[in-house]
């Protein structure tokens, strides 16, 4: 280990701790904030300290290259102590100071990781201005090198034309409806555990979660039932209950979002009854002939059987917002590689519900790319990628 990254790590390290010691408070105010649950809250927690814990795993990303300075963030509302970790601890690695604020959606979050990094090198949280004002003095502050934004595509757009202000901009944008193929082949108790799990963990409020499936019409009845069968684990309720897996939806948009692919459904058959009373939504499980090719957060999963096997890749390739794809079973020739072509990250009969935080991360095309400065040119690029690696020159 080099003289200089083994500083850097003990930072993180000190940042693990002071994590894991408020570990309870930081999953209560995600509840209070936005209705995260406190089992998806502390699985978030863990995999964040446990990420931090072992950043020496990627020094070799960063050793012998340079910082780019100061990289300011503003963390989107959903998994903010991932988020933390995962660009946070890049940025710390790879020598750089890391100004970040968070969501307005999320303030007792944000009060509370001020409180987390004070005094810890590298490190500052900038709370209680608004996002637009701390993304505006991020643009006009010449020691910004990096900037990382989320958010719908007019935000994309907004910053884009603000490019020119940093070496690399970042952008995670909407990832629509993630789609999960389940070939003729597809091993159904496998699937349908992750097709369930995935779909409505933290009532849906994740870029990775699934929103709708495309199966072989031979297994679609069994793996219906077999949904169905799973669904009374799917409780809508207080946060603070382990058992619950969808809080109250307490963001706005996300509920108008929701309402808008609600609306643009043609024909759907809901196969549960599902909850509308304001901030309690769900789950919406559905059987329909085509989903919506839009942008979308929350608690849904549409059912869609095909033909066949290359039905379902065609189905899927035209996505508007190819963040993600999944897929149970063994791909017809050739599909394999038109779904690595189009989407930025690809999981193969995978085992997880929540995405391991060292896989490569990051959309395509509207769902979200890299703006670099290169010698006054502005280069743009798309697909995952590991922040420990683009964290350093």
């Not at 601890?89 to 790879?94: C, E, N, P, Q, Y």
């Not at 309720?237 to 609306?263: F, Q, S, Y």
């Not at 703006?371 to 798309?382: F, P, Q, T």
Request: with cysteine.
């Amino acid at each position: 280990m080099s003289d200089n990254i083994t500083p850097r790590l003990e930072i993180l390290q000190q940042l693990a701790d002071r994590m894991e010691h408020r570990r309870a408070d930081l999953i209560a105010a995600e509840g209070e904030d936005i209705g995260t649950p406190c089992s998806a809250a502390a699985m978030e927690m863990d995999m964040a300290v446990s990420h931090l814990r072992t950043m020496a795993l990627e020094a070799p990303l960063v050793a012998g290259k340079a910082p780019y300075g100061t990289v300011a963030a503003i963390l989107p509302y959903d998994a903010p102590p991932i988020m933390v970790a995962r660009v946070g601890g890049a940025a710390v690695l790879g020598g750089n100071q890391f100004r970040f604020s968070f969501s307005s959606q999320t303030p007792l979050t944000a009060r509370l990781f001020a409180e987390v990094v004070t005094g810890l090198p590298g490190l500052t949280v900038v709370a209680g201005m608004d996002n637009r004002e701390f993304g505006r003095s991020c643009v006009h502050d010449p020691s910004v090198r990096v900037f990382f934004i989320c958010g719908g595509g007019e935000v994309g757009a907004a910053y884009e034309r603000e490019a020119h202000h940093f070496d690399k901009l970042f952008f995670a944008g909407p990832s629509g409806l993630p789609p999960v193929i389940l070939f003729q082949d597809a091993p159904l108790e496998a699937a349908v555990k992750f097709v369930v799990g995935r779909a409505f963990i933290n009532g849906g409020q994740y870029c990775t979660t699934l929103k709708r499936a495309y199966i072989h019409r031979e297994i679609y009845e069994p793996v219906k039932k077999m949904i169905l069968e799973r669904m009374p684990e799917v409780l809508v309720g207080d946060p603070r209950d382990p058992k619950t897996r969808i809080g109250p939806i307490k963001v706005e948009r996300t509920r108008k979002l929701l309402d808008r692919a609600l609306a643009a459904l043609q024909a759907p058959h809901f196969l549960v009854e599902p909850r509308r009373d304001g901030e309690w939504q769900g789950p919406f499980l559905l059987e329909t002939a085509e989903p919506p090719d839009t942008e979308m957060f929350g608690p849904f999963l549409a059912l869609t059987p095909v033909e066949g096997d290359e039905a379902a890749v065609a189905r899927v390739l035209p996505s508007r917002y190819p963040f993600l794809v999944a897929w149970f079973g063994t791909p017809p020739p050739g599909a394999q590689e038109a779904l690595t072509e189009k989407f930025g990250m690809t999981y193969d009969n995978p085992e997880f519900i929540f995405t391991p935080l060292r896989l490569p991360f990051g959309g395509k095309g509207d769902s979200g790319w890299i703006i670099e400065n290169r010698a006054g040119k502005l280069i743009k690029r798309d697909g995952a990628f590991l922040y420990s690696a683009e964290l350093v020159r």
